[in-house]
């Protein structure tokens, strides 16, 4: 256990600096310095999250760019019209369509619920879990109408996905690491509540360190990790997401 415990300070303490930011998809919301620009291409930017992380740096750099890189005033001022700019962009299975969408949606939450945070905080203070904050979010996030088609981009805890883009977004937004990598803009979340981001290289780290038994990447997965994680650190248990990453992804 201690063993344990080390190994994964050493790590976290080797990959939670600046230079991690440079190959990493938060590299785009740290171009900003707007709260609001911060945490919309945070959001964008985790949700299409998947697949090269070159690839994934690319492509959200142009949608930042399809957006003015003023993301905030993009979501506030603009109607379908402009959101027709979106139309050719794509990322794997996140297109046009979707990305449009995403502008309505974002528009309805900072225009009727207040914000991103807003939507985060109350429900925590309602329930005091990130879960039922989750599940809340994605009701309020498709209220417009929409195609069916882009609801598989918006994680659905219900039924038993890991989140890890939405987690990996709650991360960077509540985490408050004072080394310049996670923004610790949103203050009513604690670190202590925040749940893995759970993908296939922390997953098999996890599994080869003793820390996960189940095999499936599910919610029931990230649950298990994530208070496991928690002994060694119930205050901010998400900052071994660097260790475990790291070491999937830099060490093999």
Request: aromatic share 12%.
């Amino acid at each position: 256990m201690e063993e344990l415990r080390k190994l994964l300070e050493e790590k976290y303490a080797r990959y939670n600096n600046p230079e991690f930011i440079e190959t990493d998809p938060i590299s785009i919301p740290h171009l900003f310095s707007l709260k609001e620009n911060i945490e919309i291409s945070s959001f964008l930017t985790a949700t299409i999250a998947w697949g090269n992380r070159k690839s994934i740096i690319r492509n959200a750099r142009v949608l930042m760019s399809l957006l003015d890189n003023d993301p905030y005033d993009f979501v506030m001022n603009s109607n379908d019209k402009d959101y027709r700019v979106l139309e050719k962009f794509c990322h794997r299975t996140f297109c046009g369509i979707d990305a449009m969408y995403f502008m309505k949606s974002l528009s309805n939450i900072y225009r009727v619920h207040g914000g991103l945070e807003t939507i985060f905080s109350e429900e925590f203070k309602l329930k005091g879990n990130i879960k039922d904050c989750l599940i809340k979010f994605r009701e309020i996030f498709f209220e417009p109408v929409h195609s069916e088609r882009t609801e598989k981009h918006v994680a659905n805890v219900t039924k038993g996905s890991s989140a890890k883009r939405l987690n990996m977004f709650l991360r960077w937004m509540v985490r408050k690491d004072n080394k310049g990598v996670d923004f610790g803009l949103w203050s009513e979340l604690p670190s202590s509540a925040l749940y893995m981001p759970l993908d296939v290289h922390t997953g098999n780290v996890a599994r080869n360190i003793g820390l996960l038994n189940r095999k499936q990447n599910d919610w029931k997965s990230v649950e298990e990790l994530t208070s496991a994680l928690r002994a060694f650190d119930p205050d901010d248990p998400v900052k071994y997401d660097f260790a475990l990453f790291g070491m999937g992804v830099n060490e093999k």
